[in-house]
């Protein structure tokens, strides 16, 4: 007789037939950062889960961050991190810092992956003029080398795909006068799934997802209509970083993204569950005329 818990890890893995054949050659953007950086356990795993998708069939692409690290440099060089609506003011030397450290990043993050016998490129949104930027202001404030994207060129990312490599981007361009601008890495993601028709944008952030009431864990929402995540912005129920995100989130759904999910990358294989099993994890922000699921079969 074969033991069950054989029997149950064969149903973990048929239940993941249906997702496999929906997501078959489909682009998956991933956007990683946050604290969810930080701890190397966590970051194998968001790895691991990304190289998985590669494997089975998807065209994962990673946009990544890395704000934490930047600022650890930024006052290693005895400067103060400063940030304007969730901005890094960004003067000449913390854009050099910024971009030092991000290449870094993406290199570890590049060769991670080829450890797990998957072929990475890593870029910048400088490569083949993969994001082009004019300065962004903060309520007209000039904050300096932030960038606002204006035009993405997804043709390097078209290329690598058919070449059967995983790309990993991180968030600097440059404007007409081939300046470097430092670019959110949400705006970026969200810029990115846009422009390459990805079928699902998933944002691995620090938080469960998105709260009616951020005091109170079990007020965690399942699912958004783009109407419902507006109002939730207008009625002031999400504040600080979770107001650019679910911006990006309505943008990337209003210009064609199918779904996009807001995940805990402190909950190790989130990504994993989310797109691989029946249980609705993190909150999903879905079209107007797309079905909820999970809060009405709850
Ligand atoms: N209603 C809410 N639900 C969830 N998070 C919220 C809400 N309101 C404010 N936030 C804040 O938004 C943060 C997520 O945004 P951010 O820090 O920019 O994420 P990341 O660094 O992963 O891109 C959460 O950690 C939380 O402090
Ligand atoms: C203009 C701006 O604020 N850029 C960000 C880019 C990195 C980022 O977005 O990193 P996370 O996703 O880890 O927060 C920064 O300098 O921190």
């Known amino acids: 007789m074969v033991k069950q818990k054989y029997l149950d890890k064969a149903e973990v893995l048929i239940e993941a037939l249906p997702y496999i054949q929906r997501f078959n050659r489909k682009i998956v953007v991933i956007k990683y950062g946050g604290s969810a950086m930080l701890d190397q356990e966590l970051k194998a795993n968001v790895i691991k889960d990304a190289v ?13 961050g890395g704000g934490k690290e930047i600022s650890r440099w930024v006052n290693k060089v005895g400067m103060e991190p400063r940030f304007v609506n969730g901005l890094r003011v960004t003067d000449k030397d913390t854009m050099e810092i910024a971009e030092m450290v991000l290449a870094k990043v993406n290199k570890e993050l590049v ?22 930027c ?26 690598l795909l058919e070449q059967d490599f995983l790309p990993i981007i991180f968030p600097v361009g440059y404007d007409e006068n081939y300046d470097s601008y430092n ?6 993601a969200c810029a990115i799934a846009e422009a390459v028709h990805a079928e699902k944008l998933a944002f691995l952030s620090d938080i469960e997802g998105v709260y ?44 064609g993204v199918n779904r996009v999910h807001i995940l805990d990358g402190r909950i190790p294989h989130s990504l994993l569950l989310e797109i691989f099993t029946n249980k609705g994890i993190g909150t999903a922000i879905l079209r107007e005329d797309g079905e909820k699921y999970y809060d009405e079969h709850a």
């Open 212 to 255: 009616k009431d951020q005091n109170d864990p079990e007020s965690l929402i399942s699912e958004l209509h783009i109407h419902e995540a507006e109002k939730l912005i207008s009625d002031g129920y999400v504040g600080g970083g979770m107001i650019p995100k679910l911006k990006n989130c309505i943008d990337a759904i209003e210009h």
């Open 134 to 159: 004019t300065k962004k202001l903060s309520n007209g404030e000039d904050i300096g080398y932030v960038g606002e994207i204006q035009e993405v060129n997804p043709r390097i990312l078209h290329e």
């Open 111 to 132: 060769t991670l992956v080829e450890s797990l016998g998957v072929d990475a490129v890593g870029i910048s949104g400088k490569d083949g003029g993969l994001l082009k």
């Open 183 to 188: 670019i959110n890495a949400d705006d970026a």
């Open 52 to 64: 998985l998708l590669k494997l089975v069939g998807f065209k994962p692409i990673i946009v990544h």
